[in-house]
């Protein structure tokens, strides 16, 4: 049941039957989208707050979004995927999570807290679709909010995608489900899991569980996901070298050619009662994460700041094939099919392949993040219109 506020009447217009999940007895259901597997009575809604029965039928978001750029794809980040490209980036609202720092907390906290004010624009797949194309952005990825609670819009949108010759991402808590990944396996190319710490009191505060994004990371790489981790490193918070090595060491026992962001906090929503993590700081965690055997760590949020750790390295010759300012790429000397042009070693990511030339190997200065609207004017004919 849609939460009695304005903003939850309007989602709840918007919404259509669920796959993720299965009918028990006296009209209730389970959730599988994320990993809290909400059991659902009638007339009641999951943690998420967008996913609610309705006369014994899981009803969830379709047919908006609450955000909508076209982003350098450095910035999901993806690293070790089309670097110098373009993605268009899509949200909805809500999240299963509540981070006191969110940065994206005016879309992921729009049913929780009413300071956030994110309203739906209705969109089709196709009117997404055709906006990468004409941006020539080869990447659709689903971000902003949690996109594991809107896995069935996000497979309306990936499903255009893919008919068009598009990749699509996700950038995501990690907080999921065997069901979830199956269903998200065939559309979804890579995937980045925010992993917020390594201790399990410290998620429990997040209204997470450790384990469940640590099962998530085993599957995404077993199952054949790109997949990408950013650590956001919070003074007071996850900022131990214990736990930093811990957590570098889980990594690389998943497989050490994992790339692994250390990113800066900036006090943010409801945590502002600490300073910015300081680049020093992210320089120390990155090389802890080397020293623990990762071949591709990253010190981000603070260019210029972070030395050699805003580079790809080869893992042969260590030359530096692929280097950036921020987003900005500023070389890229990785051959079509992802290998050091000096010794030929191959570096892991998920690259453009035999048949294809990497489009920008000078970067594109040019790139930063630009918002973008939806052309005015009636949905595409014969599109699926939002359900009442």
């Not at 993605?87 to 940065?103: E, K, N, V």
């Not at 599957?219 to 918070?237: A, D």
């Not at 090389?287 to 591709?296: S, T, W």
Request: contains cysteine; glycine residues 10%.
């Amino acid at each position: 049941m849609a939460t009695p506020t304005t903003l939850g009447a309007l989602l709840a217009q918007r919404t259509k039957e669920g796959v993720l999940y299965e009918k028990l007895e006296n009209r209730k259901v389970r959730c599988f989208a994320c990993g809290h597997r909400c059991l659902v009575s009638e007339g009641r809604e999951g943690i998420c707050k967008v996913r609610f029965n309705e006369n014994g039928v899981l009803r969830v978001p379709t047919g908006y979004v609450g955000a909508l750029q076209c982003d350098p794809i450095e910035k999901k980040p993806f690293f070790h995927a089309f670097p110098g490209e373009d993605a268009l980036s899509f949200g909805m609202l809500g999240c299963d999570l509540h981070c006191a720092y969110c940065q994206n907390w005016f879309t992921s906290q729009a049913l929780r807290d009413p300071a956030s004010i994110a309203p739906p624009e209705d969109v089709t797949p196709e009117s997404l679709v055709r906006i990468a194309v004409e941006r020539g952005a080869p990447v659709v990825a689903s971000t902003y909010n949690e996109p594991l609670i809107t896995s069935e819009w996000a497979v309306d949108v990936f499903r255009a995608a893919r008919a068009s010759g598009l990749r699509c991402a996700y950038i995501s808590n990690g907080n999921g489900t065997p069901q979830v990944l199956e269903y998200l396996r065939p559309w979804v190319d890579l995937y980045k899991v925010d992993l917020k710490g390594f201790d399990d009191k410290g998620y429990r505060r997040l209204g997470g569980v450790l384990q469940n994004v640590l099962e998530t990371i085993r599957s995404l790489v077993r199952m054949g996901f790109w997949t990408e981790i950013v650590t956001l490193v919070v003074p007071g918070f996850n900022d131990s070298d214990d736990e930093l090595k811990a957590l570098a060491d889980f990594l690389v026992g998943v497989s050490p050619d994992l790339p692994w962001h250390i990113t800066a906090f900036h006090p943010d929503y409801k945590m502002t009662d600490r300073d910015a993590t300081r680049a020093e700081r992210l320089v120390r965690a990155a090389e802890m994460g080397e020293r623990a055997g990762l071949r591709y760590v990253y010190a981000g949020n603070a260019p210029g700041q972070v030395g050699e750790f805003e580079h790809t390295r080869c893992p042969g010759c260590r030359k530096a094939v692929v280097r950036r300012y921020g987003y900005r790429v500023l070389s890229n000397n990785l051959t079509r099919a992802g290998a050091c042009d000096g010794c030929g070693a191959r570096v892991a990511g998920y690259w453009w392949g035999e048949g294809a030339k990497p489009p920008h190997p000078g970067g594109n200065p040019t790139r930063m993040p630009e918002r973008v609207a939806i052309p005015p004017g009636p949905l595409d004919a014969g599109a699926p219109r939002p359900e009442s």
